[in-house]
């Protein structure tokens, strides 16, 4: 027996109220979880840094550290042709950075220096969770009176963009009395890591809850012994073309291998004891890949190669993360390391003053397309001995 139109029509009208309904709480409920999802996240990630930094940094370096704020989304970076992430102008209590890119060093420049030296590299270098005062470049300055070592690393920069940017710092104020290349494992780093997801515009409760239940892990790049092979390649010619490109500016430079997680003698017991098994994995694969790239940056026997991976003593731990940030005794050691190569080679040379690119006396710099194109060059770096290829 048919219902009549309008008791048809009431049941539409039910069903169609029903669903509305359903709609209508659904969205309060994801609307909830949205808030309630950022609120988590935003607790957590700086629940984990906080961990992180207060078991590697010990008690001592709290205060200092409690200072030191890092906003949620990194700092503020700009990009150049052949150079990635310049550290834009950046003020805080513990963390500064001009706006040619240089962090300082903690202290202020009351005299005239008596050598001007060039820190690159990536965040390591720059000085990643610590303050000015214990970064890299300020503790070599203590450890060399009267020489200035300008921090002009970057975050995420490998070798290739260290050279474009001690390009374009030559041509802006000519060359200093020495340069650190101090990057030489982050592009090995970023060939052998998975690329991380790309971050949505907001956290969404339902983005994540599909993250976890589709998603996999990434396999490591660097599983296969063709792809380990690709990966060291690449960093290894990028090193040979810093080489070339060095040499031809004549000014004394090094190639410092800083130290690594993933080097054989590093203490990451407390950064192993809090990660997961993927993470495990990937640091085992890690140590095979560095080692076989330490071997053949050995080989290559570069005069200008300082090698620091043993430079930490495997008694203690001075690694803040598996990112190969250092705490501020970690910076310490490395600079007290570079000093005893540095202050021996710069002493016997004469000081010399960076130039305004407008004076007269501004010397036509080195291009880096013309270092490549360059024949047999002269190593200029006391006191090593000098190979010619």
């Known amino acids: 027996m048919a219902h009549p139109p309008s008791q048809e ?8 109220i029903g669903l509305f309904q359903i709609t209508i709480v659904v969205c309060l409920i994801d609307g909830f979880l949205d808030i309630s999802y950022s609120v988590v996240q935003h607790a957590k990630f700086h629940l984990r840094e906080k961990i992180t930094d207060l078991s590697a940094a010990g008690g001592s370096d709290r205060e200092s550290r409690a200072a030191l704020r890092i906003p949620m989304d990194g700092l503020p970076v700009k990009n150049l042709p052949g150079i990635r992430n ?41 000085g990643y969770k610590v303050s000015d005062n214990q970064t ?6 203590s450890a060399m009176p009267d020489t200035h070592v300008y921090n002009y690393a970057g975050l995420g920069q490998p070798t290739s963009d260290n050279l474009m940017r001690w390009q374009d710092l030559q041509n802006k104020h000519s060359n200093p009395d020495f340069v650190i290349l101090a990057g030489l494992t982050y592009q090995l780093y970023i060939d052998c890591t998975p690329s991380p997801p790309i971050k949505q515009g907001r956290s969404n409760i339902f983005f994540h809850l599909a993250k976890i239940t589709t998603s996999t892990t990434p396999e490591p790049a660097c599983q296969s012994s063709d792809n380990i092979e690709l990966a060291i390649s ?10 070339a490109f060095g040499r031809n500016t004549g000014v004394p430079f090094y190639l410092v291998y800083l130290p690594t997680p993933f080097d054989e003698n590093s203490n990451i017991n407390h950064l192993i004891e809090n990660a997961n098994e993927d993470a495990k994995k990937r640091v085992l694969n890690l140590q095979k890949v560095y080692s076989r790239y330490h071997q ?14 043993r430079a930490l003593p495997a008694d203690k731990t001075y690694f803040l993360d598996f990112g190969g940030h250092l705490t501020k005794d970690g ?9 005893q190569y540095i202050q021996p080679a710069i002493s016997s040379r004469p000081p010399q003053r960076l130039q305004d690119p407008s004076s007269s006396d501004h010397r036509a710099p080195v291009s880096y397309i013309s270092s490549l194109r360059a024949g047999s060059v002269e190593c200029v770096q006391p006191p090593h001995d000098c190979l010619h290829h």
């Open 9 to 16: 029509n009431s049941m539409l009208r039910r069903v169609l």
């Open 86 to 126: 310049i550290l834009k102008e950046y003020k805080s209590p513990a963390l500064n950075v001009d706006a040619n890119g240089r962090r300082e060093n903690g202290r202020p420049y009351t005299s005239q220096p008596g050598h001007i030296g060039f820190l690159l590299g990536s965040s390591t270098a720059f």
């Open 136 to 141: 890299i470049s300020a503790q070599l300055e």
């Open 234 to 243: 690449n960093s290894i010619m990028s090193i040979q073309n810093a080489v």
């Open 296 to 309: 053949e940056l050995t080989k290559l026997n570069i005069p200008e190669f300082v090698d620091l991976s």
């Open 331 to 339: 910076n310490a050691i490395v600079a007290q390391a570079l000093a």
